[in-house]
């Protein structure tokens, strides 16, 4: 099985990298393999609602690096979305890979059917539940299973390394990781 895990920040190994390692590296303690593929230094362009992605299975607008995470999505068993909290909510960035994805999945029905998900956010100080749920949402309406931890999915911090401090922010993303892997093997067990 494998995770596609996006991170959506500006800076690479930043906060966000860390929360979405942590979480990566419970789900290789099972087994599992990840991806992380980062979006620093990448502008991710919007969807320009041409609805040329029907039936196509993928945007067609190939400038940038849309297509190869939508393809990683698709081949992937379970999708991990890290996200800076900027305004508070996603960044840009993320935004324009949740609606395009959103769109090439609503115009080609059942690509991310059964998979599973889940979202986390590094957060200074506000609008961390926002940034989640937008995650959670983009998976909530395409037919995917959502893991859960014991709190909500944030950990605070400002510089980068900063969440490190932030223990139980840490401990949720440890068992964060631990119930994505839970999820995937009960959703892929042959026992259904
Ligand atoms: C453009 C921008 C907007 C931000 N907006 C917020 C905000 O609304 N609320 C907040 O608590 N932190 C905000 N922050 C701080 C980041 O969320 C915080 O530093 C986070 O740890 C960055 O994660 P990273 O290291 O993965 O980039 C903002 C940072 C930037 C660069």
Request: charged fraction near 20%; aromatic fraction near 6%; include cysteine.
């Amino acid at each position: 099985m494998k995770v596609l895990a996006v991170n959506g920040s500006a800076r690479h190994n930043g906060n966000t990298s860390i929360l979405l390692r942590t979480v990566c590296d419970e789900l290789e303690k099972e087994g599992i393999k990840t991806e992380v593929i980062e979006l620093a230094g990448q502008v991710i362009e919007p969807c320009r609602a041409c609805w040329a992605c029907g039936g196509r299975g993928n945007c067609v607008h190939q400038k940038d690096l849309f297509t190869e995470i939508f393809t990683k999505m698709k081949e992937a068993d379970g999708i991990l979305l890290g996200s800076p909290v900027y305004s508070a909510n996603i960044s840009a960035n993320m935004q324009a890979v949740l609606e395009r994805a959103a769109v090439v999945a609503d115009m080609n029905p059942g690509l991310l059917k059964h998979k599973a998900g889940a979202a986390v956010a590094a957060v200074r100080r506000g609008g961390s539940l926002q940034a989640i749920d937008a995650m959670n949402h983009f998976f909530l309406n395409h037919e995917m299973f959502v893991a859960g931890s014991t709190y909500w999915n944030m950990a605070y911090g400002q510089l980068p390394g900063d969440v490190e401090k932030d223990e139980e922010g840490m401990n949720n993303m440890r068992n964060l990781g631990q119930n994505l892997a839970f999820l995937l093997q009960a959703v892929n067990s042959d026992e259904k």
